[in-house]
């Protein structure tokens, strides 16, 4: 099946730092990918949609200035968590879409966990 | 807007004992339906899908679900659950028109031994 990876896996920052996490489709081009958030007990919260070569999409209340977002290939797409706080501290979850024959399929990567000191 | 709502939270259930996860979503138009697991310490997988045809969806592991159009649901089962099905369970929802997917806020099964 389609694989998605991240790198890293995780994360350990001082505060005020900035963290860039990549998401990269292995065998697959992604026409668009994702960036979720996902805090402890909760479920995944979409941050951003972002298609290849154009600007990403944020949802309302995240910062597009603080969570920099992207998508340089159709198989890679990086996150920048600028000026980290520990309030940001989290499950950073990527995905990415492609179209096989005539369905969409969204594959997900393992998730950065980010801890901000 | 649209959003996906799961009714439980915690689902305890023994080895053997039939399982029914249940899904709402609101959204109007046309949609793609997911359920995806989560095992502890790992990464997302897609359970099973649909996006036409038979409401009736198997999916991987005995999963199974089924999406009732009038009821706006998309109800997860399987008829007896295992130790190793432990884990947290998402619904998700597609809109077609929509570029993005929503998930709910999970299920967390725990199946005793």
């Known amino acids: 099946g389609a694989v998605v990876s991240q790198h890293p896996s995780r994360v350990i920052c001082k505060s005020g730092t900035s963290v860039k996490i990549e998401c990269r489709s292995l065998d697959f081009q992604a026409t668009t990918m994702f960036w979720y958030r996902q805090f402890p007990k909760q479920s995944l919260m979409l941050m951003a949609t972002s298609n290849e070569g154009s600007k990403a999409t944020y949802e309302q209340g995240v910062e597009k200035d603080k969570f920099l977002i992207n998508h340089a290939s159709l198989t890679l797409s990086t996150l920048t968590v600028t000026s980290a706080h520990p309030e940001d501290s989290s499950f950073y979850i990527c995905?990415?879409?492609?179209?096989?024959?005539?369905?969409?399929?969204?594959?997900f990567g393992p998730g950065t966990r980010l801890t901000v000191l | 807007a649209q959003s996906v709502s799961q009714h439980n939270h915690h689902v305890i259930l023994s080895e053997a004992a039939s399982l029914e996860l249940g899904c709402n979503y609101s959204y109007g138009g046309t949609v793609n339906l997911f359920w995806y697991v989560q095992y502890p310490g790992q990464h997302l997988q897609l359970l099973l899908k649909y996006f036409s045809g038979d409401p009736l969806v198997k999916g991987i592991k005995g999963f199974e679900a089924e999406f009732i159009k009038s009821k706006f649901s998309f109800n997860l089962r399987k008829p007896s659950v295992q130790w190793s099905d432990t884990a947290e369970y998402f619904c998700?929802?597609?809109?077609?028109?929509?570029?993005?997917?929503?998930f709910g806020a999970g299920t967390r099964l725990t199946v005793k031994p």
């Open positions: 998700a929802v597609n809109a077609r028109s929509v570029n993005d997917m929503r």
């Open positions: 995905s990415a879409r492609t179209r096989r024959g005539r369905t969409d399929t969204q594959y």
